[in-house]
């Protein structure tokens, strides 16, 4: 036996299916023109624009849904895939612009805002992890600008901000991939590389003469010392291997800097 279809029990549905439709394409307009106000990111613009289109076909869809006849079922029913689609990209949009963002930040919290090198706390994680490695040895430096108080005074802040860049772009420039680089703090930085002391402080000396060639576009010549300590001194941790490459670099700054000094074997 079949089921029998009241006209006006189908048409009060449709009616119903029309005004939920029309509601909520109301809501995601409004939604969308509040969030579009207060939006400070492309991609978030972006996606609720596509969610603005998807409330108009939506209300398209509900007003075919409203008429009833077989030529408007059709026609909704290719609203509905429209509405669908425009809502899919949408949100497509905005779980990229979500992951773009929480990308930035863990870069903003890693790494230095002038220089762009790793922070000290990301780099402490880091290195910790490189020489904790059993496959191979590894040096840090510790690496100081000479003189830099004097660019500051004598040139200002903003042509002191500039040298540090330029020094971060030189040891950039000559790392390996394995290797780790941070900004110590204020005009200190310090690096972890694989191999002994002595490879170490050639990829120095190579610093040192990106940071010279560099110097043609500063007010001054920019130059620094370096204290390189491996695991041929007593300690393994990146705390100790800090403390002798800061010996080692004290020893330099006394002595007359612009030079590089290796950690005693033996402490």
Excluded at 42 to 50: A, D, K, N, V, Y
Excluded at 233 to 257: H, N
């Amino acid at each position: 036996m079949g089921v029998i279809q009241h006209p006006s029990l189908v048409r009060d549905v449709q009616a119903l299916a029309a005004a939920i439709d029309l509601a909520l394409a109301i809501a995601i307009f409004a939604l969308t023109i509040d969030v579009i106000r207060g939006a400070g990111q492309s991609q978030h613009l972006r996606s609720w624009i596509f969610f603005a289109v998807a409330s108009v076909t939506l209300v398209v869809h509900s007003g075919l849904a409203a008429l009833g006849d077989s030529v408007a079922r059709d026609l909704g029913a290719v609203f509905e895939v429209i509405t669908i689609g425009f809502l899919a990209i949408g949100f497509a949009l905005l779980y990229g612009a979500d992951r773009e963002r929480i990308r930035t930040l863990q870069h903003e919290a890693e790494r230095d805002p002038l220089t762009d090198l790793y922070n000290f706390r990301a780099f402490g994680a880091l290195a910790a992890t490189h020489l904790a490695r059993p496959d191979g040895r590894a040096a840090v430096v510790v690496l100081d600008l000479d003189g830099f108080k004097e660019v500051n005074d004598t040139s200002g802040h903003a042509a002191g901000d500039r040298v540090l860049q330029l020094v971060a772009a030189a040891i950039r420039a000559n790392l390996r991939e394995s290797d780790v680089a941070g900004r110590y703090g204020g005009d200190e930085f310090v690096i972890v590389l694989d191999g002994d002391a002595l490879a170490a402080a050639r990829i120095v000396q190579r610093i040192q003469s990106s940071v010279s060639a560099l110097s043609s576009v500063t007010s001054g010549t920019i130059t620094f010392s370096a204290g390189v300590a491996d695991h041929a001194t007593p300690y393994r941790d990146l705390r100790g291997l800090l403390e002798a490459a800061d010996r080692a670099l004290l020893g330099v700054k006394r002595s007359g800097k612009r030079s590089i000094a290796i950690a005693a074997a033996v402490a």
